[in-house]
């Protein structure tokens, strides 16, 4: 069999897969990811030539295409299912996850990566800004179900909006890891990274996001209800949304996810009690499993091909200590002058999936 033939092959069987693992996962107690990561590590070790390698190193840019675009969908999605309205009070425990817990945690891991792991600056940085994001794809089970879904708790609301923004809002650090290892840290690169990296692609992000979800919102809920345009159906638009609003913001060096989150979730506010939102949300999850299944064999393939030779007990150390030390401890606190219940506290300082968008 050909390497085309046999990659539509895994690919469709893992889709179909897609409509029942999770469910029987569910039954059983175990993530479906751990399942098709070990499809993927099965697959590698019977066909390790003809299948393409799943390493980054040997092709980046499969890479990192296809898990941009998972996020993006996923980001999408995760804005259109937020039922809740923006407001510092009603958003201040996603907001402190994000503005304070979260640079709290790149400071901390920073850190470790200069003084445990004896990193350089930048390539600690760099470290911390990708560790520190929690995820909105493989994080489906402790997130908040469809729009106008009643019983949505405030852990799931919190952790659904976390993951939303913060793969966005950790890019500055990426980018202030790149600053220094290419022009040092002088007052003239912190000056261009605050005002360019900071300030101006977060606030076109916003911008152009809203602008998007906006102009999508009076097209299908007002020209389309007017003129009856579209069909009830029509889930796709909010792929098209994704595309679209992406590609407009990393054009005009905006933060494209950030972008997506706030078009989806500037939609999703559009005629808030309409059914087609759920056309729309089901439609991004559906795209989304799909190319999870593919992506998460993969991973399972890179696990088999040696993507872990480099790492040492010190570095297995320190990403364990963050998961189960800096992550909880400095989300909690943060979340102490909050009039969330302690349970719903512990809940949501714990659960910090980390997962595509690291990638």
């Known amino acids: 069999m ?9 690919a469709g069987l893992a889709s ?6 999770p469910s029987l996962a569910r039954k059983v107690r175990m993530s479906y990811s751990i399942v098709y990561v070990a499809i993927g590590a099965l697959l590698y070790l019977i066909w390790p030539k003809i299948l393409p390698s799943p390493l980054p190193q040997k092709d980046n840019a499969l890479v990192v295409h296809l898990t941009e675009l998972i996020v993006i969908i996923s980001l999408m999605g995760t804005g259109i299912k937020i039922d809740r309205s923006f407001s510092f009070r009603k958003w201040s425990t996603p907001l402190r996850l994000i503005l304070i817990a979260m640079v709290l945690s790149i400071v901390i891991s920073a850190l470790l990566g200069i003084f445990v792991l004896g990193m350089s600056v930048a390539a600690a940085l760099l470290l911390a800004a990708v ?6 794809v493989l994080a489906a089970d402790v997130q908040v179900g469809p729009p106008n879904e009643r019983g949505k708790s405030e852990p799931r609301f919190a952790l659904t909006s976390e993951a939303g923004l913060n793969d966005g809002l950790a890019f500055p650090f990426t980018w202030l890891a790149i600053v220094v290892a290419s022009e040092g840290i002088t007052t003239s690169s912190i000056w261009h990274w605050a005002w360019f990296y900071v300030v101006y692609k977060i606030a076109a992000g916003l911008i152009i996001g809203w602008l998007c979800g906006k102009l999508v919102g009076y097209l299908v809920f007002s020209i389309s209800e007017k003129y009856r345009l579209l069909k009830p159906s029509d889930g796709f638009l909010a792929i098209s949304l994704t595309l679209v609003t992406y590609a407009t913001a990393e054009s005009l060096h905006a933060y494209g996810f950030i972008a997506v989150f706030i078009a989806g979730l500037t939609l999703r506010h559009y005629e808030k009690t309409h059914d087609y939102h759920r056309q729309l949300h089901s439609f991004t999850d559906q795209m989304e499993r799909m190319l999870l299944a ?14 872990l030779a480099p790492l040492t007990f010190k570095m297995a150390m320190v990403s364990l200590a963050f998961v189960v030390l800096v ?25 910090g999936i980390r997962g595509m968008g690291s990638i």
């Not at 050909?2 to 895994?10: N, P, V």
């Open 2 to 10: 050909s390497q085309y033939l046999l990659l539509m092959l895994i």
């Open 16 to 21: 179909i897969g897609m409509a029942f693992i």
């Open 131 to 136: 560790l520190a994001p929690t995820d909105p």
């Open 294 to 307: 593919v992506l998460l064999i993969f991973f399972g393939g890179a696990l088999v091909g040696g993507i």
């Open 327 to 351: 992550r909880p401890v400095t989300a909690y606190l943060f979340l102490l002058g909050n009039s969330t219940p302690l349970k719903e506290k512990l809940a949501i300082s714990f659960f």
